[in-house]
């Protein structure tokens, strides 16, 4: 009963500070003397509430869900208007179909209460009534209502959120103003889904890519989740939705990072250990009371253990892992300190924060890969080209060259660079002659080996008889051959040049 009536308090207390005005202009129903009597019909008069079947209690114990009851409760104002002269709305959240009475006078309807769910209509899970003024009095103001809740999904421990007066507004405005501050994060987390998407789909790195743009998209996804109930009116069914979706996208959130963690530093290797950390998540949700902290349990839990192996691995000094390590220590830190505004304008922060993290260092990571990449394929190159070198050298291939009517046989490894001539080709030989064949280069380059390298749009040179290569300021370049011969280097196939010639 301590333990209820101390969440209902707090759960008021916290609406009371996202309701129009601020917790001084809000006020809500007397905490402590409320009756509760059961409906046996759908009569809209409220029963005598001294009946033997009514019971006072307090209003953590307002739980229409799987019945129909009626609730009286007093809510005592100082004025009957706003600090300013404004007027004043009866505010009403919860999961429930309702029709309120102010005062002895029925003030509208949310919904359609009843006995049973085949005749219920739900209602919206925020509502605000604006009743005839004249009706509010300083003092005490008797609140009567009629709820019930039969198409939700969930078992709620408080289905009713708040009943209070205050300045009129609507109430899912200030509940959307609460989180305004939290949507400019929502824009990174639709840029990293829509990068890392990108980059998995044509990228090197994909399942690290993918990872990332999954983890973007989980926290994109919590957070709509959380500021959908200010951009959107919805009916009390909707809710449980909403409440499950969060607990969802939570643990999809703290698994993608598990498992890009334990896939960097642990390789092939993590499945099982993904599979044993979503058991954990299954039941720390199972076992947890209340979708706030469900939805925090399948986030802490998958970034806890991920802690502990950071930490494990830093103890070890893997490389790359301290940093990792520090940013969960600080998230996990942060949300085990603030509890209370876990999936709230500070807990999307710290995704923001956790999430530049792995923008950054996987960048590192992507900038480590791309130049390891290039050192392999350059490795590749020269170990082509000494094969090829190598083959030429045991046993010299030949080509057959038109030119001047006439066909002739050449060896390949007398070829020092071939020139492109409008529509020929000119074949410079070592012995200094030169023979013009009737093809294009680029139909000669087809035909000889793997040690002719193309250097320029115009040139093939035999890399057998390279003797240097010279580097012009401009970015161009200059082949040196044995015979003194000098081949210009395109500055597009530079870099290609240098690395199959190491």
């Not at 001294?50 to 869900?65: G, L, M, V």
């Not at 957070?223 to 643990?251: C, K, N, Q, W």
């Not at 390891?372 to 010299?396: H, Y």
């Amino acid at each position: 009963m301590v333990t209820n009536l101390m969440k209902s308090a707090l759960l008021f207390l916290l609406m009371g500070f996202l309701l129009p005005g601020s917790a001084g202009a809000l006020t809500w129903v007397d905490m402590d003397n409320v009756i509760i009597c059961p409906a046996t019909t759908d009569e809209p008069t409220p029963p005598v509430f001294s009946s033997p079947d009514c019971k006072s209690t307090n209003a953590a114990e307002i739980d229409p869900q799987q019945t129909m009851i009626w609730v009286k409760a007093n809510i005592r104002l100082d004025k009957t208007s706003g600090p300013n002269g404004e007027p004043l709305a009866l505010y009403v959240s919860g999961k429930m179909s309702s029709e309120f009475y102010l005062n002895g006078k029925f003030v509208g309807r949310n919904g359609i209460p009843a006995l049973d769910a085949a005749s219920e209509v739900p209602g919206l899970m925020d509502v605000t009534f604006y009743p005839n003024q004249e009706l509010f009095k300083n003092g005490d103001n008797e609140v009567i209502f009629k709820a019930s809740s039969h198409k939700g999904f969930l078992e709620l421990a408080n289905p009713v959120h708040i009943i209070a007066v205050g300045v009129s507004g609507r109430f899912t405005d200030e509940l959307l103003r609460h989180y305004w501050l939290s949507l400019l994060t929502l824009g990174l987390f639709i840029l990293g889904t829509l990068y890392f998407g990108i980059t998995g789909a044509i990228g090197l790195v994909r399942k690290k890519a993918l990872t990332l743009c999954l983890i973007c998209t989980f926290a994109a996804a919590q957070l709509f989740a959380e500021v959908s109930r200010g951009l959107f009116t919805y009916s009390y069914p909707t809710h449980d939705l909403r409440l499950m979706a969060i607990v969802l996208f939570s643990g999809g959130f703290g698994l993608t990072v598990a498992f890009h963690i334990f896939s960097t530093f642990m390789g092939k290797q993590i499945w099982p250990v993904i599979a044993s950390i979503t058991t954990f998540c299954v039941f720390g949700i199972a076992l947890t009371q209340g979708y706030d902290g469900k939805a925090e349990m399948a986030m802490l839990i998958p970034l806890g253990i991920s802690l502990l192996a950071t930490g494990y691995w830093s103890y070890k000094r893997r490389r790359r892992t301290f940093g990792y390590f520090l940013t969960l220590l600080i998230f996990v830190a942060a949300i085990l300190a603030f509890p209370s505004l876990f999936l709230d304008t500070l807990f999307f922060y710290l995704v923001a924060a956790f999430l530049l993290f792995l923008f950054v260092e996987q960048g590192f990571s992507y900038a480590q890969e791309v130049r390891e990449r290039r050192i392999e394929e350059a490795r590749a190159n020269r170990l082509e080209l000494a094969l090829g070198q190598a083959e030429e050298r045991e046993q010299a291939s030949e080509i057959t060259v038109k030119s001047a009517g006439k066909m002739e046989r050449i060896s390949t490894n007398q070829i020092g660079y071939c020139r492109g001539a409008s529509g020929y080709a000119e074949i410079m030989l070592l012995d200094g002659r030169e023979i013009l064949h009737s093809a294009t280069l680029a139909e000669l380059e087809d035909t000889l080996p793997q040690t002719f390298l193309r250097v320029h749009r115009s040139y093939l040179v035999n890399t057998e008889f390279v003797q240097s290569l010279e580097r012009d300021p401009a970015g161009t370049g200059t082949l040196v051959l044995t015979d003194s011969s000098k081949i210009p280097v395109s500055r597009r196939v530079m870099p290609q040049v240098r690395q199959a010639l190491g």
